[in-house]
């Protein structure tokens, strides 16, 4: 007869689940064996945050709209799951995490708040074989990658520019676009993933999604006049080798994203508005003594966060490098990230090449298990010929925007 458990603080990184409280409950590929066979163990974790920042951004004073350079913020999220083992081994179940959305009204109250599913996802699988996991929910592109200090044991603050605070104390048309990986329109969509086992430090990924939307609950847009910047028919690879030389520590990762588009329906001689996703991607971290430092490089044909090119636009490339030192309980590190892409467009025309810059530092400190303080500090700058940010229009004003925050806040997590 199974045992039925409710699970505790003990349990929480038990088998494929989380990958730990403190790394923002991220889900983890990694099979365990803290649970005996015929046992289930359930699971309700979450996180409250609650943050204190400074902010200024190009447009805070525009059009007769001043948004305030200080402030708090924070919200609410819930992960709960299941993980269970069979008596013949098998290895299954179940997570989800649910948010709040973010209102940002200013006559927002608490019960203009309503909850949604970022992610929802099964699996099966057993230790010699991989697994299987299918839902709404990350790519191998994401599962296998490095080198991107936003989470886990690289986290130095809040997430660098992945992470919560720019997006409560700084407007969308001054933060800088962020491509690597951590994309929601890449982690919240509708796929099916195979993981496979750790080979003497080699693992791999494979992923396929149909359609660009989160539960395919319609048939896929296949064309239409005019076509649209959505991708058709993704996959992904995903691969790293992790392995300790004596004290030093190697984890490096690459991997590859395709995708075709939605074509247009009224193209004239088989042209087509938009060119298919192609975008590789290599990470790598190096750990000596406490200190990881490394970086990451995403490059191919892609606009924004793994959008189609329109026809005709160069290659975006991305790169970011960063480090962290941890000693005990505390973390301090940085980061800095260089975007270029095609950006903003005006069909037929396009503007001048997009490029986006990041600096993040931050320091991080267990005070006991389940709460974390951090300190975090970001800088960004947006650039693009032509194209006014604060009016999303073509334009010869607004061409640069500048934004930096800083914010100290908590974690709170079970």
């Given at each position: 007869?199974?045992?039925?458990?409710l699970a505790g603080a003990a349990t929480l990184t038990a088998m494929i689940g989380l990958a730990g409280m403190a790394q923002a409950q991220v889900s983890s590929p990694v099979f365990t064996k803290k649970i005996a066979p015929g046992t289930v163990?359930?699971?309700?974790?979450?996180?409250?945050?609650?943050?204190?920042?400074?902010?200024?951004?190009?447009?805070?004073?525009?059009?007769g709209t001043k948004y305030s350079g200080s402030g708090l913020a924070g919200y609410a999220r819930l992960y709960p799951g299941f993980d269970g083992v069979g008596a013949n081994g098998l290895q299954y179940g179940a997570q989800t995490e649910i948010?709040?959305?973010?209102?940002?009204?200013?006559?927002?109250?608490?019960?203009?708040?309503?909850?949604?599913?970022?992610?929802?996802?099964?699996?099966?699988?057993?230790?010699?074989?991989?697994?299987?996991?299918?839902?709404?929910?990350?790519?191998?592109?994401?599962?296998?990658?490095?080198?991107?200090?936003?989470?886990?044991?690289?986290?130095?603050?809040?997430?660098?520019?992945?992470?919560?605070?720019?997006?409560?104390?700084?407007?969308?048309?001054?933060?800088?676009?962020?491509?690597?990986?951590?994309?929601?329109?890449?982690?919240?969509?509708?796929?099916?993933?195979?993981?496979?086992?750790?080979?003497?430090?080699?693992?791999?990924?494979?992923?396929?999604?149909?359609?660009?939307?989160?539960?395919?609950?319609?048939?896929?847009?296949?064309?239409?006049?005019?076509?649209?910047?959505?991708?058709?028919?993704?996959?992904?690879?995903?691969?790293?080798?992790?392995?300790?030389?004596?004290?030093?520590?190697?984890?490096?990762?690459?991997?590859?994203?395709?995708?075709?588009?939605?074509?247009?329906?009224?193209?004239?001689?088989?042209?087509?508005?938009?060119?298919?996703?192609?975008?590789?991607?290599?990470?790598?971290?190096?750990?000596?003594?406490?200190?990881?430092?490394?970086?990451?490089?995403?490059?191919?044909?892609?606009?924004?966060?793994?959008?189609?090119?329109?026809?005709?636009?160069?290659?975006?490339?991305?790169?970011?490098?960063?480090?962290?030192?941890?000693?005990?309980?505390?973390?301090?590190?940085?980061?800095?990230?260089?975007?270029?892409?095609?950006?903003?467009?005006?069909?037929?025309?396009?503007?001048?090449?997009?490029?986006?810059?990041?600096?993040?530092?931050?320091?991080?400190?267990?005070?006991?298990?389940?709460?974390?303080?951090?300190a975090s500090y970001l800088y960004g700058t947006r650039h693009q010929g032509d194209f006014n940010f604060l009016t999303s229009k073509v334009g010869s004003d607004n061409n640069n925007t500048r934004a930096q925050v800083f914010a100290v806040g908590?974690?709170?997590?079970?």
């Open positions: 007869m199974r045992q039925f458990l163990v359930v699971r309700l974790d979450g996180r409250i945050s609650e943050f204190a920042g400074v902010s200024s951004f190009s447009g805070q004073n525009l059009a948010r709040v959305n973010q209102n940002t009204s200013p006559d927002t109250s608490a019960g203009d708040e309503t909850l949604y599913v970022l992610r929802a996802f099964g699996y099966l699988g057993l230790p010699e074989l991989g697994l299987v996991r299918f839902g709404q929910q990350e790519g191998a592109l994401y599962l296998f990658d490095t080198g991107r200090f936003e989470s886990g044991t690289d986290a130095f603050n809040d997430g660098g520019w992945n992470g919560d605070i720019q997006n409560f104390f700084v407007n969308s048309s001054a933060r800088p676009v962020y491509p690597f990986t951590w994309s929601n329109n890449l982690r919240t969509t509708d796929k099916i993933d195979y993981i496979s086992p750790v080979f003497s430090g080699f693992s791999f990924g494979v992923s396929f999604e149909p359609n660009q939307t989160a539960e395919n609950v319609t048939d896929p847009v296949v064309s239409q006049p005019g076509g649209a910047d959505l991708r058709r028919n993704t996959y992904e690879i995903g691969a790293r080798y992790k392995a300790a030389f004596g004290p030093v520590g190697l984890n490096v990762s690459g991997g590859y994203l395709g995708a075709g588009t939605v074509s247009s329906s009224t193209a004239l001689g088989g042209s087509e508005p938009y060119q298919a996703v192609s975008v590789g991607s290599l990470g790598a971290e190096m750990t000596y003594a406490g200190l990881t430092f490394g970086g990451n490089t995403k490059f191919g044909d892609m606009n924004g966060q793994y959008l189609p090119n329109p026809s005709g636009a160069d290659n975006a490339i991305g790169w970011l490098a960063g480090a962290v030192y941890t000693t005990g309980a505390l973390s301090v590190g940085g980061s800095y990230f260089d975007y270029q892409s095609t950006g903003d467009y005006s069909k037929p025309l396009l503007e001048g090449q997009r490029r986006e810059t990041g600096a993040a530092a931050g320091a991080t400190y267990i005070l006991v298990p389940g709460v974390k303080l951090f908590t974690w709170i997590y079970w």
